[in-house]
């Protein structure tokens, strides 16, 4: 994909982005196209395109759009492009499930339509009134060329369909515009919105302070669902950048694993706040206090905004949204998955962008983070399963899980690492940047205790593989710190690819020895879950040879120490039902 138009930034914020060296998507665009004239025929491989992550049959597909739950459907809108591979015509396109995981593509749903849509309807959110209909709100573009941007409602022409096929758009759109002072191309993504008890209603818009780089969660308040005014600050701000697709939403109390209504309010519920960060296309979170009479919302780590930045996933995942989902009392999150290839492949696939599986999430024991989990519909595609127990892998061996095809699959594997007294020293110049550290320490680079973990997408003679992995190091106190990286750069032969590094501490206990790992593996996508959730990275990957059934499967130990598999278990994944594909 190219970087679509909202994404090209002013040359001094590229620059910030240089330094800060956190870019992934803007950098790939330019390095692939670049480097990749023509198509390879391995790219156009239909066994590359996902088998259970969600996907429409063709074309463009991006952020995730007013997901919820209604008469006994899910419902997904996404941006989609219905003439092309490439972002742009965007309309938002509408699926449905039972599940979350069996989709049946409907009619789209929201296109440009009325004055004050006319040239674009961009990503917004759903909201379930008292009286049960639901509210949708949504960025309309409403003069050519400009991407200036104001926000609009729809609602369901006929609330007792629950397909929700029709939307009908009242007559008092657009209900809140730039005003005088704000920066009108970078105000959009309005959120679901909240009462907090006290018969007023809140929702949240993204952007960005004019002449800064102060990214806002812009907050606004109504009575009526209807005339919406802005509140004199924002609910937060930072100096990151804009903030696109904000999400904000109660959480249950530390390790309790349901999720709350988003309007559920109480003094002691802790709240989420995330933006999707324009600047480097990772989804970034904080969690914290909110107060609905100061309207202010305060992250409890008060660096949590800018350093020791806390991510859904570190990998291809973002613009990603929250529903609460009354049917099994869980918060739901969706994101978007972009490509790692060229927009030649991209035109060439007819395809590009996928979404992540659906994940549950909620507040870690320790409160200091969100634990996520993929939900679990997605176990009834388990197929065939292979296990493996009790077995030591010594340092430079690695062995291959045998009995089952690999490259559309679920993996779950339970480390034991007997020692962590070979652990590295860790550096404190890298605290801050996981991506970096994995960058050099790839996982052909030896370690004490690791890099061990996962060969994925491998192909007969190794040449191509995936390595997704822990590495353990000690810091100054001799404290262990558990980095899990993705390293897709031995993951395709194909030239001009962008192959990014992606990694992410892991905040566990590793000192029992113990730490998991789950991988859900789908042809061109590989999803992975470390330490039961607390990291999460989804890379894409367009192996050259490690296609369908000469994908393999491998553990290995690139460390000095030990490590066991006390148990690996590896099941083949169905194909679900995908929009009609
Ligand atoms: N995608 C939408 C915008 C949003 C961006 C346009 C994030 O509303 O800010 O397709 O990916």
């Known amino acids: 994909m ?6 090209v930034a002013p040359l001094a914020l590229l620059l910030l982005l240089q330094l800060a060296g956190a870019s992934h998507d803007v950098r790939r665009s330019l390095e692939a196209e670049a480097a990749s004239p023509s198509v390879p025929a391995s790219i ?39 003439k ?14 039972r599940d979350l995981i069996n989709w049946i593509a409907l009619d789209p749903a929201i296109k440009p339509s009325i004055p004050t849509d006319q040239f674009g309807v961009w990503s917004g959110s759903a909201t379930i009134l008292p009286n049960g209909t639901v ?3 949504y960025t309309g573009i409403d003069r050519p060329g400009t991407n200036y941007q104001i926000q609009n409602i729809a609602f369901p022409k006929d609330p007792s369909d629950p397909l929700l096929r029709e939307w009908v758009k009242p007559g008092y759109n657009p209900i809140a515009i730039p005003e005088a002072g704000m920066n009108a191309t970078q105000f959009r993504d309005p959120t679901t919105a909240w009462h907090a008890g006290d018969g007023l209603w809140r929702m949240l818009v993204g952007g960005l302070k004019p002449g800064t780089l102060r990214g806002m969660a812009i907050l606004y308040r109504s009575r009526d669902f209807k005339h919406w005014v802005r509140a004199k600050h924002p609910l937060h701000s930072a100096l990151t950048g804009m903030w696109e697709c904000p999400d904000f939403f109660p959480v249950r109390e530390p390790g309790h694993p349901d999720g709350l209504d988003t309007s559920e309010f109480g003094p002691h519920y802790k709240y989420v706040l995330k933006n999707s960060l324009d600047l480097t296309r990772y989804d970034y979170y904080t969690v914290g206090t909110y107060n609905n009479r100061t309207e202010r919302y305060v992250p409890d780590n008060p ?12 990998g291809n995942f973002y613009a990603s949204k929250t529903f609460y989902d009354p049917a099994k009392n869980r918060r739901v999150l969706l994101g978007w998955a972009n490509e790692s290839d060229s927009v030649a492949h991209d035109n060439a696939k007819g395809w590009a962008g996928i979404h992540a599986i659906p994940r549950k999430i909620w507040l870690d024991p320790s409160g200091k983070q969100l ?33 089952l095809q690999s490259y559309q699959s679920d993996v779950e594997v339970s480390f034991e690492v007997p020692s ?11 605290a801050n940047d996981a991506q970096k550290l994995c960058g050099m320490k790839n996982a052909d680079v030896k370690g004490g205790v690791g890099p061990f973990g996962l060969w994925v997408l491998a192909s007969d003679n190794l040449a191509e593989k995936t390595a997704v992995f822990f590495r353990v190091f000690k810091d100054g106190h001799g404290k262990p710190l558990v980095l899990m990286c993705s390293d897709p750069t031995k993951s395709s032969l194909t030239a001009g690819l962008y192959k990014p590094t992606f990694a992410g501490f892991v905040d566990t206990d590793i000192s029992s020895g113990k730490i998991s790992l789950r991988s859900l593996i789908d042809r061109s996508v590989v999803e992975s879950f470390g330490a039961g959730g607390r990291t999460c990275i989804l890379s894409r990957v ?23 598999v006390s148990k690996l278990t590896a099941w083949e994944m169905k194909k679900p039902m995908m929009n009609g594909a």
């Open 2 to 7: 190219g970087a679509p138009k909202w994404v």
């Open 44 to 82: 156009l491989s239909p066994l590359l395109r996902t088998g259970y992550h969600f996907q429409p049959p063709m074309n463009w597909i991006n952020d995730p759009n007013g997901p919820l739950y209604y008469k006994g459907w899910y419902h997904l809108f996404y941006q989609y492009n219905p």
């Open 84 to 97: 092309g591979a490439v972002w742009g015509n965007i309309i938002w396109a509408h699926s449905v499930s």
């Open 135 to 137: 509210a949708m709100l």
């Open 303 to 314: 660096t949590g905004d800018v350093y020791q930045r806390l991510q859904y996933d570190y």
């Open 371 to 403: 634990l996520q989990w993929p939900v679990e519909e997605l176990d009834q595609l388990r197929g065939k399963a292979v296990s493996v127990g009790d077995k030591v892998v010594m340092p430079g061996q690695h062995f291959e899980v045998t009995g």
């Open 420 to 430: 962590l007294d070979k652990a590295e020293p860790f550096h404190p110049a890298y």
């Open 542 to 564: 367009y192996p050259s040879m490690a296609i369908g059934k000469d994908a393999h499967l491998h553990v290995f130990n690139n460390g000095v120490t030990d490590i066991k």
